[in-house]
């Protein structure tokens, strides 16, 4: 029976080899317990706070404000209903509230 080096996974967020027991498996991919944290706060997870998007893992607050639903109709009353756009998280993805039409011919637009 011949017995081959096992590469040991690596660790998404720092690099380093994740042995088995001091690593945790989620989103498809081993963590370093110490590693195992929100990627914008920093916040310690578990595998049932845990949410991931593109590889990277989130707290489920994080993640509701960066990726989640906007807009109205969706929350929890008008509390709900923030005009925070998460650029202290890293999010540069929002979209301004104000139309963008096309000008009427003929009117010039007020400066």
Avoid at 1 to 9: A, D, G, I
Avoid at 25 to 54: M, N, Q
Wanted: aromatic share 10%; glycine share 12%.
């Amino acid at each position: 029976m011949s017995y081959k080096n096992q590469e040991t996974p690596h660790c998404p967020r720092c690099g380093h080899a994740a042995f088995h027991a001091e690593s945790i498996p989620a989103a498809g991919k081993v963590w370093h317990k110490i590693c195992f944290r929100c990627g914008l706060c920093k916040k310690s997870l578990e595998i049932t706070t845990l949410a991931e998007h593109d590889g990277d893992i989130y707290c489920k607050q994080c993640y509701t404000r960066k990726f989640g639903i906007r807009g109205v109709g969706f929350g929890m009353g008008a509390g709900a209903l923030g005009m925070d756009t998460g650029e202290r998280f890293g999010n540069t993805q929002s979209l301004s509230n104000k139309p963008n039409y096309p000008p009427v011919p003929g009117i010039t637009p007020p400066n």
